[in-house]
């Protein structure tokens, strides 16, 4: 008797199973047939040609196989694009808006979801390949700047500060922040960082205040206007003794990280930085930068993340974002992200988990001669709270922005 209750059971839950797996199957045919002839205004920072050109190559497979167009609206300032959203809002358009897709992360993502900008929770979950997602092992594909998704953005991309330099002009590149200052004093103008807010200036901060801070603990939480001057004391000191020695005497700074890249082939700076892993070999590839570089990180750790797509609350199609957003997701389109010459973008996936055919187009993959293996990346030091990110530029700005270009 009990064999056959056991039985039954274990029927009625795979009877289960399958009733809620067709379900779902329904339920993303729906989200396929109503994308159908959909154009989706994508926002997404275009100051990097190898990423143009990947976003237009996942439109073109997009549109050949779902019948959605995107459109990539490149943003130089994604701040502009929350506000854009933003305004929307405040005059009451609750549909028919201008965003429909918006590549974010940290204190942009805090802010759209404090201000009721984004679609409702729960739907990047909904997406088909989010079953491939690494949420076990990559906790920030669920935690923005200590921010919980709940769902409201999918993850595209795992992110993490690694240092560039030009093994032919420096052998043994520092190993921490006071080598780094240490190296800069005795070779004047042979490094720098772009101006804040630039967002790799701002990364820099970050690394830097996570290096220098005395607790580490009160970045997890809202900055606390009474004690922030203290907290940062330390860190504007470092800068202080590291401006003079920089390029161009911390006068005027590198546009970018591309402007970085392009001094650090021209043999201006020895040491530059990248927030993409494979940004060294990439560049290589396409012969930006010489076949000697490589890339080295603290042995203390560096700042990471996880970059997200998220729709607005108001987007005109929704369908079609989820669908563009699903494509991103997928093992194909990963790969291809994470393929040195193309961007060189670490895969948001649980790659063992993949289905073998699918596993192995990662596993035969040249990461490239510059770019570090998993295991020699070093610790991920966590985000600070996004209330950090305005605090810190106001600051430096405060401080430095006035003799800067």
């Given amino acids: 008797m009990k064999r056959l ?31 159908k002839g959909q154009t989706v205004y994508f926002h997404a920072w275009g100051g990097e040609p190898r990423i143009n050109a990947y976003i237009q190559w996942a439109a073109r497979e997009v549109e050949r196989d779902y019948g959605v167009r995107i459109v990539h609206v490149k943003a130089s300032d994604t701040a502009n694009v929350v506000s854009q959203v933003l305004a929307e809002k ?15 992360n940290g204190e942009n993502f805090a802010s759209m979801k404090k201000n009721g900008l984004l679609a409702a929770p729960g739907w990047a979950q909904t997406l088909p390949n989010w079953q491939y997602v690494d949420v076990e092992n990559k906790p920030t594909v669920t935690v923005d700047f200590t921010v919980p998704t709940d769902g409201q953005e999918s ?70 206007e009474s004690t922030f001057e203290e907290t940062v004391a330390p860190l504007f000191a470092l800068l202080d003794d590291l401006h003079p020695h920089l390029w161009r005497q911390g006068q005027a700074f590198p546009k970018n990280a591309a402007d970085m890249r392009q001094l650090l082939a021209d043999s201006e700076l020895d040491i530059a930085f990248s927030f993409n892993p494979g940004d060294a070999s990439g560049a290589i590839a396409n012969g930006e930068l010489p076949e000697t570089v490589r890339t080295f990180v603290f042995d ?11 729709i607005p609350f108001n987007s005109s199609n929704k369908a079609g974002a989820k669908v563009y957003a699903n494509f991103l997701l997928s093992p194909m389109a990963q790969t291809r992200k ?60 405060a401080r430095y922005g006035a003799g800067s270009e």
């Fill in 155 to 224: 993850p595209w991309g795992m992110a993490k500060l690694v240092f560039m330099y030009d093994s032919a002009r420096l052998e043994t590149p520092p190993s921490d922040l006071s080598g780094l200052l240490d190296y800069a004093k005795a070779n004047p103008g042979r490094f720098s960082y772009p101006q804040p807010p630039n967002f790799y200036g701002t990364t820099f901060l970050k690394q830097a205040l996570a290096d220098t801070v005395a607790d580490t603990s009160v970045l997890s939480s809202p900055v606390d």
């Fill in 338 to 397: 994470q393929e040195p010459e193309i961007w060189g973008d670490p895969t948001v996936l649980n790659v063992a988990a993949l289905p073998a055919n699918e596993k192995a187009l990662f596993d035969a993959m040249d990461l490239g001669p510059a770019t570090l293996a998993p295991e020699e990346l070093g610790p991920v030091l966590p985000e600070p709270h996004p209330s950090w990110v305005a605090a810190l530029e106001e600051a430096w700005t």
């Fill in 90 to 104: 405040s005059v009451g358009k609750e549909n028919g808006g201008a965003v429909d897709l918006i590549w974010i």
């Fill in 5 to 35: 209750l056991s039985t039954a059971t274990g029927l009625a839950g795979l009877l289960l199973a399958t009733l809620g797996a067709h379900a779902q199957d329904q339920d993303w045919q729906a989200v396929l047939d109503d994308a």
């Fill in 300 to 310: 203390g750790g560096t700042i990471g993340n996880t970059h997200f797509v998220a």
